[in-house]
Nanobody, 117 residues
Framework: QVQLVESGGGLVQPGGSLGLSCTASGFTFSSYAMGWYRQAPGKQRELVATFTRIGTTNAADSVKGRFTISRDSAKNTVYLQMNNLKPEDTAVYYC???????????WGQGTQVTVSS
């Protein structure tokens, strides 16, 4: 059974930091590109940051320099470290796994991040 279990969301003040983690099971971690997306109320889901098939990373312009994606393949876990958070970062954050080859794609259940004073 495929699972992507996210943790680490919460409420933080502007300028603060949060770290998200996503632990995968039920599929071969190394065969998938792991990433993070987010969806704010009334908006479409958007890419935050992701690993590519060759192991490099992509990030949205809005988070470059503030957010860092990393992974621990031994733990089948991908992380998102978010610094200097802004109110516009408020959203539900979703972990994503896309097969390197083929069309398989999995999503986590989402974790709420709220940036507010």
């Amino acid at each position: 059974q495929v699972q992507l279990v996210e943790s680490g969301g919460g409420l933080v003040q502007p300028g603060g930091s949060l770290g998200l983690s996503c632990t995968a099971s039920g599929f071969t971690f190394s065969s998938y590109a792991m990433g993070w997306y987010r969806q704010a109320p009334g908006k479409q889901r958007e890419l935050v940051a992701t690993f590519t098939r060759i192991g490099t990373t992509n990030a949205a312009d809005s988070v470059k320099g503030r957010f860092t994606i990393s992974r621990d393949s031994a733990k089948n876990t991908v992380y998102l470290q978010m610094n200097n958070l802004k109110p516009e970062d408020t959203a539900v954050y979703y972990c994503n796994a896309k097969a390197h080859f083929g069309v398989r794609e999995y999503w986590g259940q989402g974790t709420q991040v709220t940036v507010s004073s």
